[in-house]
């Protein structure tokens, strides 16, 4: 039998890590940390409405010519709901820059290298702010044109910059890629597998956390990308696990603990909970939105629900093939060609 149970322990080790690489084998074509030498990337910060400031990334292509008589077209580029600038956003605003737009990647308010406290914390007023921000910014340097603006918002920021278009007419264009409505996850689950009930008990729980944190226990991490997986994984952890915690695309900032990375607060998760990105939407019109999504994606239905509710003009765009993540960092499956022509034909040439 100790033979046996021996056997049995190799064998689940070997079915294990068989799993695992099998879990960080789904980047064929990632290139998250891409890097143009036809485009110069300059760190940058700026002030939102509330003058708390925002930490960025401005990528200006070599070949414009930033004489104040010659204005450019520019974007806008926030990253995946838990992540940096340095995870996807940068990767869009570097290949946008290569085409000629000039661009801007952004933390969001509490991550990265933006100023906000509880560190790591949700607010989406204040994400979708931080676009506001940028526009302003943007609007300040004189060989951008200020009626040329427009917005990419990947996963969680896709409605985050659909919060802020409803309310900033001077972003002029807006494209979506793998868009999450963390307002709908959060309080019904993906394909509303979650119940009312469920949602009661979590509200309810961050609140009590709220008076147990005041008294100095830890703080508490509401869900998260995993940090490991198991053979009891399911297909999304495995999904997001690849990203966050391998080298395609991990990247921790100064300062930040490994094991939060992706994590919010739970006592500020809840603050998802009022957030309706797609309440008004149509609103946005006349002004063209692009909605990018995999036909494998698990996160779709926030692409289709928008895009149904959306006035025109607007266009759902499908990747045969892919996946949620896919759409981070995969440059063969991100269809810049058609971001160009989008952004191209609704904020003019170059």
């Known amino acids: 039998m100790k033979l046996f149970n021996s056997r049995l322990a190799a064998v689940n080790s070997i079915l294990l890590n068989a799993t695992l690489a099998a879990a960080q084998n789904m980047s064929f074509g990632a290139n998250n940390f891409y890097h143009s030498d036809n485009v110069t990337l300059w760190p940058i910060t700026f002030k939102t409405l509330y003058q708390t400031e ?5 990528f200006i292509p070599d070949s414009i010519d930033r004489n104040a008589n010659s204005t450019h077209s520019a974007l806008v580029i926030g990253h995946p709901m ?11 605003a570097t290949k946008m820059a290569e085409q000629g737009f000039i ?8 991550w990265g290298g933006s100023e906000g406290k509880p560190r790591n914390g949700v607010s989406p007023d204040l994400y979708a ?22 917005a990419i918002g990947i996963c969680g920021s896709g409605g ?7 309310l900033d007419p001077r972003i002029s264009a807006i494209a979506t890629a793998s868009m999450y409505d963390m307002g709908t996850v959060n309080r019904q689950g993906l394909r509303n597998a979650q119940s009312v009930d469920a949602r009661k008990e979590i509200i309810a729980t961050a609140a009590y956390q709220r008076w147990a944190e005041l ?7 509401a869900i998260g990308t995993p940090l ?11 999904e997001f696990f690849d ?20 994590h919010r607060t739970l006592t500020s998760n809840t603050k998802f909970m009022n957030f309706y990105p797609f309440n008004d939407i149509e609103t946005i019109s006349p002004r063209p939105m692009l909605f990018i999504t995999g036909d494998q994606a698990h996160s779709r239905e926030f692409s289709e629900n928008a895009y149904r509710l959306a006035a025109e003009p607007k266009e759902l765009f499908w990747i045969p093939g892919a996946g949620h993540v896919d759409l981070y960092d995969r440059i063969d499956l991100i269809p810049f060609s058609k971001l160009v022509h989008f952004f191209r034909t609704n904020l003019g040439g170059n």
């Open 228 to 238: 490991q997986i198991t053979n009891s994984s399911s297909a999304v952890d495995r």
């Open 103 to 110: 661009t801007v990647s952004l933390d969001l308010p509490f």
């Open 129 to 150: 702010e931080a676009y506001s921000g940028a526009v302003d910014f943007l609007g300040t340097l004189e060989f951008i044109d200020r009626s040329r603006i427009g």
């Open 54 to 58: 925002v930490a960025g990334n401005l």
């Open 243 to 262: 990203f966050y915690r391998t080298s395609r695309g991990l990247f921790t900032p100064a300062g930040a603990m490994p094991n939060t990375t992706t």
């Open 160 to 166: 985050f910059v659909i919060s802020a278009a409803k």
């Open 82 to 92: 838990g992540a940096i600038k340095e995870q996807s956003a940068n990767l869009y």
């Open 215 to 221: 008294e100095g226990a830890p703080t508490e991490w």
